[in-house]
């Protein structure tokens, strides 16, 4: 047996691991007599079927989703479903998939269903705004919606599984999926991670409209070196625990029975091939019941790696890590029979494996009725109703964070004015959905231009240039811009990332906007226009020049089916907009990685001045142009009255933090009040803020609310050096805040 030290030394943190109080309440699974009778008949080829997942060959995948390898024909792909060597497809939708379905059930040996699934990350025909423009919106609840009717949609169109939520924490914004997840902060992601697959599941996964969900990519891909798709990660286990996992057990704890094991090795151990996350944690600490399956090819990529030498050593190392399921390269079906017969693979460690996945095909109720999800007749009436339209153009316009509105240039009159909508984004069916979104349907896509015209008084008023391409420039295209811009009275800048530029394999070295689109807005501002920029991003961008100056700036990231209705909903003012930055935008795109809730160094930057031998970049302080929770509404909000019910938290007590929050404006908006923690001194470092609440209030013009969050011991724990939880007593810093920058401070002590 061959033995990896890095693999050695992580298995021996297991006994300090175990010793976390992260036990889940889940009970152990007892055996079903139908799935061991299934098990008892299967040969091993037909047992390593069940844990083979290929791409859909016999409808055709949507092309540059994944790169094209292993390729197999339809012939050959129906050859094995009848051989009973293929658990399910991905990749492909339809009602029309029945035919499918049925030479597995009837035309195989044991008559085991297939299981279909696809990346619905989003939204299947009908899209909604990518995951990181709705964790701007700061309502869980949303996401929760949101992925209840993109289940609805996918389960009437031959779906049983996504492969989301995407979990991870994303701390720079170099790496393209930060599009994917719900931004930076731990919290923030938990709580999404939670509500995403309560909405996908439902309330049981046997209902006709339940996909199932699959938490990724387990785990820490969000912290890759360098921003660098697919790179290594490099962390301590408190960074492990503290940072990354909690999102996963939260997605686990509201009832995920799939996940999907990532590329990135950790430590020096790939995740797809690692005991300790795949086994250890996840199932003897955590008690996960369902599935591992592992991301496209991960498994043949651990020859890649470095980790195994060939595709049998890699299909051995994943297997026994605790990787169920193996996605694309078929090293199971072709090795697990000859590492069983060789005793390398236990048959007893086979048998586990296929009884998770039987026993959620059986929980999905495949089983009762395999032709679930295969209704044309459901496929006409559940997709793209009123009701899922209006809860995009909801959704859209709740995830918008308006950034900066000088001399309230927002809202814009619908009648009696000259506006030029400016930009390669103004109009057009491309780039409104972002990635992810390959089963959109862009026959409903409705754009900026549209959205406009439609709540305009006067559609005529409205001028569209497209000034430049995305990437290039356009013959004469700033000229053009500028007459327009001369001939109106305000202007409207469409500028940002198309949506190749987010998402998988999409890492910049420079997060900017392109240098085409900044001189078309260097240009446009010169003509001493109002300008407005309206920003499609799957990032947190650095601002520059007339971007970061223009009057008015507005996040609108990728929208989806509703971007232009939406986006009109806000610029004319018939939504306050109430969404709150889920990422940090850096001053220069060098600062990466920054994240708010980053630790204090031996020497801080000082605030107030620029000192030298101090933590920041020659000529750039160490801060955020824009911070985390940042997010600015047509009225104003004034923070007073902060009070704690006493300055001294007991042990086994609770503290409660109270502040008023009051409406000064003349317009009814929306607050995003904030808690903030800091421990001043501890057994490890602690970060300068973390978010431990918040809340979103609606406040009518002129009228305050009284906002109260509740501490205990457990709000203050961190993991410590023996990867204990634990809180330490002492003093700690408190905030009520509109954003992670400012807010009302005071302080208390926990006391043993």
């Known amino acids: 047996m061959r033995f990896h030290f890095n693999a050695v030394a992580r298995l021996c943190a297991v006994s300090i691991l175990a010793s976390l109080p992260v036990a889940s309440s889940h009970a152990q699974q007892t055996l079903d007599p139908e799935i061991e009778s299934l098990i008892a008949r299967m040969t091993v080829e037909e047992k390593a079927g069940q844990l083979t997942l290929y791409s859909d060959a016999i409808r055709l995948s949507p092309p540059d989703v994944n790169p094209e390898t292993h390729e197999r024909t339809a012939k050959l792909m129906l050859e094995e479903i009848r051989a009973g060597r293929l658990t399910g497809l991905f990749q492909a939708v339809g009602a029309n998939v029945r035919d499918i379905q049925k030479v597995a059930v009837e035309q195989s040996r044991l008559h085991i269903p297939l299981i279909f699934g696809a990346d619905v990350l989003h939204g299947l025909r009908t899209i909604f705004p990518i995951p990181l423009g709705e964790a701007a919106s700061f309502e869980p609840e949303l996401a929760q919606r949101t992925a209840r009717a993109a289940a609805i949609e996918s389960t009437a169109s031959g779906l049983h599984w996504t492969y989301a939520p995407m979990v991870d924490i994303a701390r720079d914004q170099r790496w393209g999926r930060v599009a994917e997840g719900a931004g930076e902060d731990v919290y923030l992601g938990s709580l999404f991670a939670a509500a995403r697959v309560r909405g996908f599941q439902g309330s049981s996964l046997a209902m006709p409209d339940s996909l199932l969900a699959t938490p990724k990519h387990f785990a820490a891909y969000g912290a890759v070196s360098g921003g660098l798709e697919y790179n290594t990660v490099d962390i301590s286990l408190q960074s492990l625990w503290e940072t990354h996992l909690p999102p996963f057990k939260a997605a686990f704890d509201a009832g995920a029975l799939s996940t999907m094991s990532s590329f990135n090795e950790i430590n020096g151990v790939p995740a797809s091939a690692d005991p300790v996350l795949q086994t250890q944690i996840l199932r003897d600490m955590w008690h996960f019941k369902g599935f591992v399956v592992s991301d496209y090819t991960a498994v043949e990529e651990l020859v890649a790696h470095g980790f195994a030498a060939d595709g049998r050593e890699a299909a051995k190392l994943a297997f026994l890590a605790g990787v169920d399921m193996s996605m694309q390269s078929g090293l199971y079906v072709k090795y697990l029979p000859e590492l069983v017969a060789s005793g390398e693979v236990p048959m007893t460690r086979l048998d586990a494996s296929v009884r998770r996945v039987l026993a959620v095909k059986k929980a999905m109720g495949l089983f009762k009725d395999p032709y679930r999800s295969m209704d044309p007749k459901r496929e006409q ?368 002590t926990l006391d043993r």
């Not at 015209?453 to 000034?467: I, N, Q």
């Open 381 to 748: 009436r559940d997709i793209g109703t009123r009701e899922i339209i209006a809860l995009a153009r909801e959704s859209a316009r709740r995830s918008i964070v308006l950034l900066r509105n000088e001399k309230d240039l927002l809202p814009l009159p619908k009648s009696g004015k000259r506006i030029a909508l400016i930009g390669p984004f103004a109009q057009g069916q491309d780039n409104l959905f972002g990635p992810w979104s390959m089963f959109g349907d862009r026959n409903r896509a409705v754009d900026v231009a549209s959205g406009m015209r439609a709540a305009m008084a006067d559609p005529k008023l409205l001028r569209v240039v497209e000034g430049c391409d995305i990437e290039g420039p356009i013959t004469g295209g700033i000229e053009a811009a500028v007459s327009v811009a001369h001939e109106s009275d305000i202007v409207v800048l469409a500028l940002g990332e198309s949506q190749n530029m987010s998402g998988e394999a999409q890492s910049r070295t420079q997060i900017v906007i392109p240098p085409a689109q900044q001189a078309l807005a260097e240009a446009v501002l010169a003509t001493g226009k109002p300008v407005v920029v309206l920003l499609r991003n799957g990032r947190a961008l650095a601002l520059e020049g007339a971007v970061r100056d223009a009057n008015a700036l507005l996040v609108t990231w990728f929208l989806g089916s509703q971007t232009g209705p939406a986006i009109a909903d806000v610029l004319f003012g018939d939504f306050n907009p109430s969404g709150r930055l889920p990422v940090s935008f850096p001053f220069e795109a060098g600062q990466q990685p920054w994240f708010y809730n980053h630790k204090r160094t031996g020497r801080p930057e000082l605030v107030g001045g620029v000192q030298e031998f101090k933590t920041r970049y020659r000529g750039t302080g160490n801060a955020a142009l824009y911070p985390f929770g940042h997010g600015l509404s047509f009225t104003s909000f004034h923070y007073d009255k902060l009070a704690l019910s006493a300055k001294e938290l007991a042990w086994n007590g609770e503290l409660k933090v109270r502040a008023r929050i009051t409406n000064t404006g003349k317009r009814d908006g929306e607050e995003v009040v904030q808690l903030y923690l800091h421990d001043r001194v501890a057994s490890l470092t602690r970060p300068v803020r973390e978010l431990k609440g918040f809340r979103k209030l609606f406040i009518p013009a002129g009228a305050s609310a009284d906002v109260e969050f509740t501490l205990t011991r457990a709000d203050l724990e961190f993991i410590g050096a023996d990867l204990q939880r634990r809180a330490e007593p002492g003093e700690f810093d408190v905030w009520i805040a509109p954003s992670s920058a400012g807010g009302l401070h005071d302080s208390f």
